[in-house]
Protein backbone atom coordinates (compact mmCIF):
# COMPACT_ATOMS: atom_id res chain seq x y z
CA UNK A 1 0.00 0.00 0.00
CA UNK A 2 2.55 2.30 0.79
CA UNK A 3 4.73 1.40 -2.18
CA UNK A 4 1.99 1.95 -4.23
CA UNK A 5 1.20 5.43 -2.72
CA UNK A 6 4.93 6.86 -3.10
CA UNK A 7 4.90 5.36 -7.01
CA UNK A 8 1.80 7.80 -7.45
CA UNK A 9 3.03 10.63 -5.68
CA UNK A 10 6.34 10.70 -7.68
CA UNK A 11 4.24 10.65 -10.49
CA UNK A 12 2.10 13.53 -10.21
CA UNK A 13 5.26 15.55 -9.51
CA UNK A 14 6.62 14.59 -12.54
CA UNK A 15 3.65 15.89 -14.19
CA UNK A 16 3.18 12.77 -17.18
CA UNK A 17 0.33 12.13 -18.49
CA UNK A 18 -1.29 9.85 -21.44
CA UNK A 19 2.07 7.22 -21.12
CA UNK A 20 2.23 4.14 -23.13
CA UNK A 21 5.27 1.88 -24.02
CA UNK A 22 5.66 3.13 -27.60
CA UNK A 23 6.73 0.09 -30.31
CA UNK A 24 5.44 -2.75 -27.98
CA UNK A 25 6.77 -4.40 -24.22
CA UNK A 26 10.41 -3.60 -25.07
CA UNK A 27 9.40 0.25 -25.21
CA UNK A 28 10.35 3.05 -24.84
CA UNK A 29 7.81 4.47 -23.10
CA UNK A 30 6.43 7.51 -24.06
CA UNK A 31 4.14 10.40 -21.81
CA UNK A 32 3.04 13.45 -22.54
CA UNK A 33 3.88 16.77 -20.03
CA UNK A 34 0.69 17.75 -18.30
CA UNK A 35 0.66 21.41 -19.77
CA UNK A 36 2.91 21.05 -22.55
CA UNK A 37 1.86 20.98 -26.59
CA UNK A 38 -0.90 18.76 -27.10
CA UNK A 39 0.73 15.50 -28.59
CA UNK A 40 3.77 15.96 -28.15
CA UNK A 41 5.63 12.94 -26.45
CA UNK A 42 8.83 12.52 -24.50
CA UNK A 43 10.50 9.79 -23.70
CA UNK A 44 9.49 8.73 -19.99
CA UNK A 45 11.25 6.26 -17.19
CA UNK A 46 10.09 2.58 -17.74
CA UNK A 47 8.87 2.82 -14.39
CA UNK A 48 5.99 5.40 -16.08
CA UNK A 49 4.43 2.57 -18.02
CA UNK A 50 2.73 -0.92 -17.30
CA UNK A 51 4.38 -4.01 -19.55
CA UNK A 52 2.35 -3.87 -22.85
CA UNK A 53 -0.33 -6.50 -23.82
CA UNK A 54 -1.43 -8.51 -27.03
CA UNK A 55 -5.18 -8.33 -26.09
CA UNK A 56 -7.19 -6.29 -28.28
CA UNK A 57 -8.84 -4.14 -25.10
CA UNK A 58 -6.50 -2.59 -22.15
CA UNK A 59 -5.33 -5.14 -20.02
CA UNK A 60 -7.69 -5.62 -16.64
CA UNK A 61 -6.32 -4.04 -13.68
CA UNK A 62 -6.28 -6.50 -10.93
CA UNK A 63 -8.14 -6.09 -7.66
CA UNK A 64 -6.66 -3.62 -5.39
CA UNK A 65 -6.07 -4.10 -1.74
CA UNK A 66 -8.21 -1.61 -0.89
CA UNK A 67 -10.77 0.75 -1.96
CA UNK A 68 -8.50 3.39 -1.56
CA UNK A 69 -6.14 2.34 -4.12
CA UNK A 70 -9.09 1.66 -6.84
CA UNK A 71 -10.18 4.77 -5.86
CA UNK A 72 -6.73 6.56 -6.79
CA UNK A 73 -6.39 4.58 -10.22
CA UNK A 74 -3.12 3.56 -8.66
CA UNK A 75 -1.07 0.86 -10.51
CA UNK A 76 -0.75 -2.60 -9.54
CA UNK A 77 2.43 -4.01 -8.06
CA UNK A 78 4.56 -5.35 -10.19
CA UNK A 79 3.97 -9.28 -11.61
CA UNK A 80 6.93 -12.36 -9.51
CA UNK A 81 9.57 -12.57 -12.00
CA UNK A 82 7.99 -15.77 -12.95
CA UNK A 83 4.90 -14.41 -14.61
CA UNK A 84 7.17 -11.53 -16.03
CA UNK A 85 9.28 -14.02 -17.73
CA UNK A 86 6.05 -16.40 -18.91
CA UNK A 87 5.08 -12.98 -20.42
CA UNK A 88 8.42 -12.23 -22.16
CA UNK A 89 8.33 -15.61 -24.03
CA UNK A 90 4.77 -15.66 -25.11
CA UNK A 91 4.76 -15.98 -28.97
CA UNK A 92 4.67 -12.67 -30.62
CA UNK A 93 1.62 -14.30 -32.93
CA UNK A 94 -0.22 -13.60 -30.33
CA UNK A 95 -0.74 -10.36 -30.91
CA UNK A 96 -3.85 -9.51 -33.43
CA UNK A 97 -2.48 -7.62 -36.55
CA UNK A 98 -5.43 -5.04 -35.99
CA UNK A 99 -4.15 -3.75 -32.78
CA UNK A 100 -0.20 -2.77 -32.26
CA UNK A 101 0.66 -2.97 -28.81
CA UNK A 102 1.10 0.02 -27.64
CA UNK A 103 0.80 -0.39 -23.91
CA UNK A 104 -2.17 -0.03 -21.52
CA UNK A 105 -0.47 2.07 -19.08
CA UNK A 106 -1.94 6.08 -19.29
CA UNK A 107 -2.91 9.02 -16.91
CA UNK A 108 -6.38 10.55 -17.51
CA UNK A 109 -7.50 11.13 -14.34
CA UNK A 110 -9.98 8.69 -14.38
CA UNK A 111 -11.24 9.50 -17.96
CA UNK A 112 -11.72 6.22 -20.83
CA UNK A 113 -8.38 6.30 -23.08
CA UNK A 114 -7.85 5.28 -26.32
CA UNK A 115 -5.36 2.64 -27.64
CA UNK A 116 -5.49 4.09 -31.10
CA UNK A 117 -5.02 7.47 -30.14
CA UNK A 118 -1.87 6.60 -28.15
CA UNK A 119 -0.75 5.12 -30.90
CA UNK A 120 -1.17 7.82 -33.43
CA UNK A 121 0.63 10.63 -30.73
CA UNK A 122 3.38 8.43 -29.65
CA UNK A 123 3.99 8.03 -33.34
CA UNK A 124 3.57 11.78 -33.85
CA UNK A 125 1.08 11.40 -37.00
CA UNK A 126 -2.53 9.96 -38.48
CA UNK A 127 -2.16 7.51 -41.20
CA UNK A 128 -5.30 8.58 -43.19
CA UNK A 129 -5.73 6.49 -46.52
CA UNK A 130 -6.86 7.96 -49.27
CA UNK A 131 -7.80 7.58 -52.94
CA UNK A 132 -4.24 8.21 -55.41
CA UNK A 133 -6.09 10.29 -57.60
CA UNK A 134 -9.95 11.30 -57.70
CA UNK A 135 -10.65 15.31 -58.15
CA UNK A 136 -12.97 16.55 -55.53
CA UNK A 137 -11.80 14.02 -53.08
CA UNK A 138 -8.00 13.30 -52.79
CA UNK A 139 -5.41 14.39 -55.44
CA UNK A 140 -2.24 16.07 -55.54
CA UNK A 141 -1.36 19.02 -56.74
CA UNK A 142 2.12 19.47 -58.68
CA UNK A 143 3.30 21.34 -55.55
CA UNK A 144 2.96 17.58 -53.96
CA UNK A 145 -0.05 18.86 -51.51
CA UNK A 146 -3.34 16.84 -51.22
CA UNK A 147 -6.48 18.57 -52.03
CA UNK A 148 -10.18 17.34 -51.72
CA UNK A 149 -12.98 16.54 -49.26
CA UNK A 150 -11.25 13.55 -48.26
CA UNK A 151 -8.00 14.78 -47.36
CA UNK A 152 -9.35 17.70 -45.50
CA UNK A 153 -11.23 15.44 -42.93
CA UNK A 154 -7.98 13.65 -42.76
CA UNK A 155 -6.56 17.35 -41.83
CA UNK A 156 -10.21 17.39 -39.42
CA UNK A 157 -9.28 14.45 -37.24
CA UNK A 158 -5.35 15.43 -37.26
CA UNK A 159 -6.33 18.71 -35.54
CA UNK A 160 -8.48 17.20 -32.97
CA UNK A 161 -5.91 14.74 -32.28
CA UNK A 162 -3.18 17.49 -32.18
CA UNK A 163 -4.16 21.19 -32.71
CA UNK A 164 -2.38 20.32 -35.34
CA UNK A 165 -3.68 19.73 -39.06
CA UNK A 166 0.00 19.19 -40.59
CA UNK A 167 0.50 16.06 -38.64
CA UNK A 168 -1.13 13.20 -41.08
CA UNK A 169 0.50 11.54 -43.38
CA UNK A 170 -1.69 10.54 -47.04
CA UNK A 171 -1.15 6.56 -47.18
CA UNK A 172 -2.43 6.14 -51.01
CA UNK A 173 -5.07 3.19 -51.22
CA UNK A 174 -6.66 1.18 -53.64
CA UNK A 175 -10.14 0.00 -54.21
CA UNK A 176 -9.02 -3.88 -53.61
CA UNK A 177 -6.76 -3.08 -50.69
CA UNK A 178 -8.50 -0.14 -49.05
CA UNK A 179 -9.96 -2.56 -46.31
CA UNK A 180 -6.84 -5.09 -45.97
CA UNK A 181 -4.58 -1.65 -45.35
CA UNK A 182 -7.30 -0.65 -42.49
CA UNK A 183 -7.52 -3.96 -40.72
CA UNK A 184 -3.56 -4.46 -40.94
CA UNK A 185 -2.80 -1.54 -39.18
CA UNK A 186 -0.92 0.39 -42.40
CA UNK A 187 -3.59 2.97 -42.07
CA UNK A 188 -5.47 4.79 -38.95
CA UNK A 189 -8.11 5.76 -40.82
CA UNK A 190 -9.74 5.00 -44.13
CA UNK A 191 -11.24 8.20 -45.87
CA UNK A 192 -11.45 7.49 -49.52
CA UNK A 193 -14.93 7.95 -50.74
CA UNK A 194 -16.20 4.47 -49.46
CA UNK A 195 -19.78 3.55 -49.75
CA UNK A 196 -21.44 2.74 -46.35
CA UNK A 197 -23.25 -0.66 -46.30
CA UNK A 198 -25.12 -3.03 -44.00
CA UNK A 199 -22.11 -6.18 -45.94
CA UNK A 200 -19.16 -3.86 -44.64
CA UNK A 201 -20.23 -2.56 -41.23
CA UNK A 202 -21.85 -6.32 -40.16
CA UNK A 203 -19.72 -8.67 -42.02
CA UNK A 204 -16.09 -7.18 -42.36
CA UNK A 205 -16.21 -5.69 -38.89
CA UNK A 206 -15.83 -2.04 -40.03
CA UNK A 207 -17.35 1.42 -38.58
CA UNK A 208 -18.67 3.75 -40.55
CA UNK A 209 -18.59 7.32 -38.20
CA UNK A 210 -20.84 9.00 -40.31
CA UNK A 211 -21.74 10.42 -43.81
CA UNK A 212 -19.54 12.92 -45.05
CA UNK A 213 -20.92 13.27 -48.80
CA UNK A 214 -24.30 11.79 -50.05
CA UNK A 215 -23.57 10.45 -53.94
CA UNK A 216 -25.45 8.32 -56.36
CA UNK A 217 -24.76 6.02 -59.27
CA UNK A 218 -24.55 7.45 -62.71
CA UNK A 219 -23.38 6.93 -66.27
CA UNK A 220 -21.47 8.88 -68.51
CA UNK A 221 -21.09 8.72 -72.34
CA UNK A 222 -19.84 10.34 -75.09
CA UNK A 223 -22.16 13.44 -76.77
CA UNK A 224 -21.91 11.83 -79.81
CA UNK A 225 -24.20 8.88 -79.38
CA UNK A 226 -26.99 11.55 -78.80
CA UNK A 227 -28.21 9.48 -75.62
CA UNK A 228 -30.50 11.20 -73.10
CA UNK A 229 -31.22 8.26 -70.64
CA UNK A 230 -29.64 5.00 -69.13
CA UNK A 231 -32.30 3.16 -70.72
CA UNK A 232 -30.60 3.70 -73.86
CA UNK A 233 -27.51 2.03 -73.28
CA UNK A 234 -29.03 -1.69 -74.52
CA UNK A 235 -26.36 -3.30 -77.02
CA UNK A 236 -23.84 -1.01 -76.06
CA UNK A 237 -20.60 -2.03 -73.56
CA UNK A 238 -21.04 -0.11 -70.13
CA UNK A 239 -17.32 -0.27 -68.23
CA UNK A 240 -17.64 -0.11 -64.30
CA UNK A 241 -14.63 -0.82 -61.93
CA UNK A 242 -14.49 -4.34 -60.17
CA UNK A 243 -15.01 -4.78 -56.10
CA UNK A 244 -17.25 -1.87 -56.35
CA UNK A 245 -20.78 -1.04 -55.43
CA UNK A 246 -20.99 0.35 -58.92
CA UNK A 247 -20.39 -3.22 -60.35
CA UNK A 248 -23.47 -4.75 -58.65
CA UNK A 249 -25.72 -1.64 -58.50
CA UNK A 250 -25.23 -1.92 -62.57
CA UNK A 251 -25.69 -5.36 -62.99
CA UNK A 252 -29.05 -5.25 -61.12
CA UNK A 253 -30.19 -2.07 -62.93
CA UNK A 254 -30.04 -3.30 -66.21
CA UNK A 255 -31.28 -6.73 -65.59
CA UNK A 256 -34.52 -5.01 -63.67
CA UNK A 257 -34.62 -3.12 -66.67
CA UNK A 258 -34.40 -6.06 -69.20
CA UNK A 259 -31.56 -4.06 -70.74
CA UNK A 260 -29.20 -6.19 -73.33
CA UNK A 261 -26.26 -3.73 -72.24
CA UNK A 262 -23.26 -5.81 -71.88
CA UNK A 263 -20.80 -5.14 -68.16
CA UNK A 264 -17.37 -5.64 -68.15
CA UNK A 265 -15.45 -4.94 -65.12
CA UNK A 266 -11.72 -3.41 -64.64
CA UNK A 267 -9.34 -3.90 -62.06
CA UNK A 268 -8.34 -0.05 -61.24
CA UNK A 269 -10.31 3.54 -62.37
CA UNK A 270 -7.74 4.29 -64.19
CA UNK A 271 -7.96 1.54 -66.27
CA UNK A 272 -11.30 1.75 -67.21
CA UNK A 273 -11.22 5.22 -68.19
CA UNK A 274 -8.15 4.31 -70.06
CA UNK A 275 -10.48 2.03 -72.08
CA UNK A 276 -13.29 4.54 -72.25
CA UNK A 277 -10.51 6.94 -73.55
CA UNK A 278 -9.80 4.11 -76.52
CA UNK A 279 -13.43 3.57 -77.52
CA UNK A 280 -13.29 0.65 -75.89
CA UNK A 281 -16.51 1.43 -73.71
CA UNK A 282 -19.32 3.12 -74.77
CA UNK A 283 -19.95 3.87 -71.16
CA UNK A 284 -19.08 4.04 -67.72
CA UNK A 285 -20.30 3.77 -64.65
CA UNK A 286 -19.78 5.00 -61.27
CA UNK A 287 -20.73 7.45 -58.49
CA UNK A 288 -21.85 10.48 -59.92
CA UNK A 289 -18.92 12.74 -58.33
CA UNK A 290 -16.04 10.69 -60.03
CA UNK A 291 -17.61 10.39 -63.09
CA UNK A 292 -17.96 14.45 -62.80
CA UNK A 293 -14.36 14.41 -62.17
CA UNK A 294 -13.21 11.95 -64.40
CA UNK A 295 -14.90 14.43 -67.25
CA UNK A 296 -13.08 17.24 -66.09
CA UNK A 297 -9.93 15.41 -66.74
CA UNK A 298 -10.39 14.24 -70.35
CA UNK A 299 -8.81 15.62 -73.24
CA UNK A 300 -12.20 17.60 -74.15
CA UNK A 301 -15.03 17.35 -71.25
CA UNK A 302 -17.82 19.16 -73.05
CA UNK A 303 -18.23 16.05 -75.59
CA UNK A 304 -19.22 14.19 -72.64
CA UNK A 305 -22.32 13.41 -70.87
CA UNK A 306 -23.60 12.59 -67.38
CA UNK A 307 -27.09 10.85 -67.73
CA UNK A 308 -29.95 11.83 -66.00
CA UNK A 309 -30.69 8.66 -63.67
CA UNK A 310 -29.34 8.00 -60.39
CA UNK A 311 -29.47 4.36 -59.75
CA UNK A 312 -27.79 4.49 -56.38
CA UNK A 313 -28.19 5.94 -52.85
CA UNK A 314 -24.25 6.30 -51.89
CA UNK A 315 -23.86 7.37 -48.64
CA UNK A 316 -19.98 7.88 -48.33
CA UNK A 317 -18.05 8.12 -45.08
CA UNK A 318 -15.49 7.89 -43.13
CA UNK A 319 -14.13 4.41 -42.06
CA UNK A 320 -12.05 2.69 -39.42
CA UNK A 321 -12.23 -0.76 -37.20
CA UNK A 322 -14.92 -1.49 -34.34
CA UNK A 323 -12.34 -2.61 -31.71
CA UNK A 324 -11.53 1.40 -29.94
CA UNK A 325 -14.63 3.03 -28.97
CA UNK A 326 -12.92 6.49 -28.49
CA UNK A 327 -11.39 6.24 -31.44
CA UNK A 328 -14.91 6.00 -33.59
CA UNK A 329 -16.02 8.50 -31.40
CA UNK A 330 -13.20 10.79 -32.06
CA UNK A 331 -13.90 10.87 -35.98
CA UNK A 332 -17.70 10.58 -35.48
CA UNK A 333 -17.84 13.61 -33.80
CA UNK A 334 -14.79 15.70 -36.08
CA UNK A 335 -17.93 15.29 -38.73
CA UNK A 336 -20.12 15.94 -36.70
CA UNK A 337 -18.49 18.89 -35.47
CA UNK A 338 -18.01 20.36 -38.73
CA UNK A 339 -21.32 20.18 -39.77
CA UNK A 340 -22.22 22.01 -36.73
CA UNK A 341 -20.00 24.35 -37.40
CA UNK A 342 -21.56 25.04 -40.44
CA UNK A 343 -24.93 25.64 -38.88
CA UNK A 344 -23.99 27.96 -36.48
CA UNK A 345 -22.15 30.08 -38.82
CA UNK A 346 -19.15 29.24 -37.17
CA UNK A 347 -16.58 29.77 -40.08
CA UNK A 348 -12.40 29.31 -40.64
CA UNK A 349 -12.16 33.25 -40.21
CA UNK A 350 -14.00 33.22 -36.47
CA UNK A 351 -12.40 29.85 -35.67
CA UNK A 352 -9.04 31.63 -36.25
CA UNK A 353 -9.32 35.30 -34.66
CA UNK A 354 -8.75 36.11 -30.86
CA UNK A 355 -12.16 37.18 -30.47
CA UNK A 356 -14.35 34.87 -27.80
CA UNK A 357 -16.91 33.29 -29.26
CA UNK A 358 -20.74 34.33 -28.34
CA UNK A 359 -24.10 32.71 -29.27
CA UNK A 360 -24.73 29.35 -30.63
CA UNK A 361 -21.04 29.37 -31.93
CA UNK A 362 -19.44 29.54 -28.53
CA UNK A 363 -21.80 27.28 -26.93
CA UNK A 364 -21.15 24.59 -30.00
CA UNK A 365 -17.19 24.92 -28.71
CA UNK A 366 -17.59 25.15 -25.51
CA UNK A 367 -20.16 21.63 -25.35
CA UNK A 368 -17.18 19.55 -28.22
CA UNK A 369 -14.67 21.08 -25.53
CA UNK A 370 -16.43 19.34 -22.39
CA UNK A 371 -17.86 16.16 -24.05
CA UNK A 372 -13.94 16.03 -25.77
CA UNK A 373 -12.23 15.50 -22.82
CA UNK A 374 -13.85 12.12 -21.78
CA UNK A 375 -11.70 11.01 -25.40
CA UNK A 376 -8.43 12.92 -24.30
CA UNK A 377 -9.13 15.49 -26.51
CA UNK A 378 -8.11 19.62 -25.73
CA UNK A 379 -10.68 22.19 -24.59
CA UNK A 380 -10.08 23.79 -27.80
CA UNK A 381 -10.14 20.90 -30.60
CA UNK A 382 -13.41 22.00 -32.55
CA UNK A 383 -11.79 25.24 -33.13
CA UNK A 384 -8.56 23.76 -33.76
CA UNK A 385 -10.28 21.80 -36.08
CA UNK A 386 -12.67 24.63 -37.88
CA UNK A 387 -9.41 27.13 -38.09
CA UNK A 388 -7.51 24.71 -39.93
CA UNK A 389 -10.11 23.31 -42.51
CA UNK A 390 -13.33 25.46 -42.15
CA UNK A 391 -16.59 24.36 -41.61
CA UNK A 392 -18.44 21.50 -43.84
CA UNK A 393 -19.78 24.42 -46.02
CA UNK A 394 -16.14 25.88 -46.81
CA UNK A 395 -15.05 22.32 -47.28
CA UNK A 396 -17.47 21.60 -49.89
CA UNK A 397 -17.24 25.10 -51.69
CA UNK A 398 -13.38 24.40 -51.90
CA UNK A 399 -12.95 21.04 -53.17
CA UNK A 400 -16.46 20.11 -54.85
CA UNK A 401 -18.45 23.80 -55.23
CA UNK A 402 -18.72 26.63 -57.72
CA UNK A 403 -15.19 27.76 -56.51
CA UNK A 404 -13.75 24.04 -57.74
CA UNK A 405 -12.99 22.71 -60.92
CA UNK A 406 -15.51 20.31 -60.45
CA UNK A 407 -18.35 23.23 -60.19
CA UNK A 408 -20.74 21.08 -58.69
CA UNK A 409 -24.23 22.04 -56.86
CA UNK A 410 -24.77 21.40 -52.98
CA UNK A 411 -28.41 19.76 -54.01
CA UNK A 412 -29.30 17.00 -51.19
CA UNK A 413 -25.61 17.86 -49.27
CA UNK A 414 -26.88 20.93 -48.48
CA UNK A 415 -27.82 21.45 -44.45
CA UNK A 416 -31.41 19.96 -43.87
CA UNK A 417 -32.73 24.18 -43.14
CA UNK A 418 -31.52 24.78 -46.65
CA UNK A 419 -33.14 21.51 -48.50
CA UNK A 420 -30.42 19.69 -47.89
CA UNK A 421 -30.83 16.36 -46.36
CA UNK A 422 -26.93 17.21 -44.18
CA UNK A 423 -28.09 16.87 -40.54
CA UNK A 424 -25.65 16.24 -37.09
CA UNK A 425 -26.77 15.43 -33.49
CA UNK A 426 -26.37 18.67 -31.31
CA UNK A 427 -22.68 18.49 -29.07
CA UNK A 428 -23.64 20.62 -26.33
Known sequence: MAGLFALS??????GFRLCALREGPQGPCTCEVKGGVAGEYVTAPRSRCRGGTAAKAPAAVPAAPNASATANNQAPAAPAAGAAAAATAAPAAAAPATAPVTGAAIETGGLPSSRKILEIRSRG??????????LGFSKQTEAGTWVGLDADFCRAVAAAIFGDASKVEFVTV???SRF?????GKIDLLARNTTWTMDRDVALGLEFAGILYIDGQGFMTSDERGLVS????AGLKVCVESGTTSEANAGYYFKSHDSSAELTSFPSRPAMMEAYGKGECDAVSGDRTSLFAQRAGLAEPEKHAVLPEVISKEPLGPVVLQEDREWIETVRWTLAGLINAEEVG??????AGDAPLEG??????????KNGEALGLAPTWLRDVVKSVGNYGEMFEADLGKGSPLGMERGINALWKRGGVLYAPPMW
Do not use: H
Not at 346 to 351: I, M, R
Open 125 to 134: KLLCGINPDL
Open 346 to 351: LTKELA
Open 230 to 233: AQQL
Open 9 to 14: SMASAQ
Open 180 to 184: DALKS
Open 174 to 176: DTA
Open 360 to 369: DQGRLVEGAG
